[in-house]
C-alpha cells in the first residue's frame, strides 16, 4: 500500500532563505508524485507532479522538486522564499486506481521578514 | 483552466440534520472526490465516484453518503450531523491520468 510521509508539520525560514520541504514515499509500483500548496481560506492548488519521466520536476511560482528512488524521496524546494510563499503544502502519492490520491499530513511554511 | 465549484463556504448546522454539500465541475472528468481536512491529519477520502451513478467508499466513509446522478455533479451527504463532523470539506476532480483539481472547500460546523 501506498503512504506518504511528510517531516516537519511546520517550518519557518527567513525571506530570500532557501525553503526546503521534505517528503517521502511509500509504493509498490513506480509512483506518480505530487505537491500541492493550500493558501489560507482556499482548496488545494497543484504546484508540480511527477509521472516517471525527468527526475528534477520544475513547477509554479519557482518551485521544484527531486525524485529519488533510492531514498523513497520527494522533496520540495525553492532557492529563495517570498513572503507570499506562505502555505501549507502537500505531498501525495497516487494509488488504489482511479486517480486517488493519499496525501500526507501537509507542512506549514511560514517566512519571517 | 479547470473550474470546481462547491456552493457553500461556510455552513453552520445542527446535530442531527440532514446536510448537504454541492460540487460542481466544467471539465467532464470521470472522477469525483470528497476529503475531509483536520489539522495535523491531512486530507482523507471520505468517497469517490469514477461514473455517474457509480461510487466507492474511501477510508472514513462512516456517517457520510454520496450522490452523483449527472456527471458534473457530485454531493456528499451527512445523513444526520454530529458534532464530530466539524470538518473542512474539499471537493475534486480528475481525468484519467491528470492531477486531480480542488474546489475551495466548505467549512462546516456543527453545533
Known amino acids: 500500500a501506498q503512504s506518504v510521509t511528510q517531516l516537519g508539520s511546520h517550518v519557518s525560514v527567513s525571506e530570500g532563505a532557501l525553503v526546503l520541504l521534505r517528503c517521502n514515499y511509500s509504493?509498490?509500483?513506480?509512483?506518480?508524485l505530487f505537491w500541492y500548496v493550500q493558501y489560507p481560506n482556499q482548496g488545494l492548488q497543484l504546484l508540480l507532479k511527477?509521472?516517471?519521466?525527468?527526475?528534477l520536476v520544475k513547477g509554479i511560482n519557482g518551485f521544484e522538486a527531486e525524485f529519488k528512488k533510492s531514498e523513497t524521496s520527494f522533496h520540495l524546494t525553492k532557492p529563495s522564499a517570498h513572503m507570499s510563499d506562505a502555505a501549507e503544502y502537500f505531498c501525495?502519492?497516487?494509488?488504489?486506481?482511479?486517480?486517488?490520491?493519499?496525501f500526507g499530513a501537509g507542512t506549514r511554511l511560514a517566512v519571517h521578514p | 483552466d479547470v473550474k470546481v465549484t462547491q456552493s457553500s463556504r461556510y455552513l453552520v448546522k445542527r446535530t442531527g440534520e440532514k446536510v448537504f454539500l454541492e460540487c460542481v465541475q466544467d471539465?467532464?472528468?470521470?472522477?469525483m472526490f470528497w476529503y475531509r481536512q483536520d489539522p495535523g491529519l491531512g486530507l482523507r477520502l471520505i468517497y469517490f465516484?469514477?461514473?455517474?451513478?457509480?461510487?466507492e467508499k474511501g477510508d472514513i466513509p462512516e456517517g457520510y453518503s454520496v450522490s452523483r446522478e449527472k456527471k458534473e455533479r457530485f454531493s456528499l451527504i451527512l445523513e444526520s450531523a454530529s458534532t464530530n463532523q466539524t470538518s473542512m470539506y474539499l471537493c475534486?476532480?480528475?481525468?484519467?491520468?491528470?492531477?486531480?483539481?480542488f474546489g475551495d472547500g466548505t467549512r462546516l460546523s456543527i453545533l
Open positions: 511527477y509521472t516517471s519521466a525527468a527526475t
Open positions: 509504493s509498490s509500483v513506480p509512483p506518480y
Open positions: 475534486a476532480s480528475g481525468g484519467s491520468d491528470q492531477p486531480q483539481h
Open positions: 471539465m467532464d472528468h470521470e472522477n
Open positions: 465516484s469514477y461514473d455517474v451513478k457509480m461510487k
Open positions: 501525495a502519492v497516487r494509488g488504489g486506481g482511479y486517480n486517488k490520491l493519499i
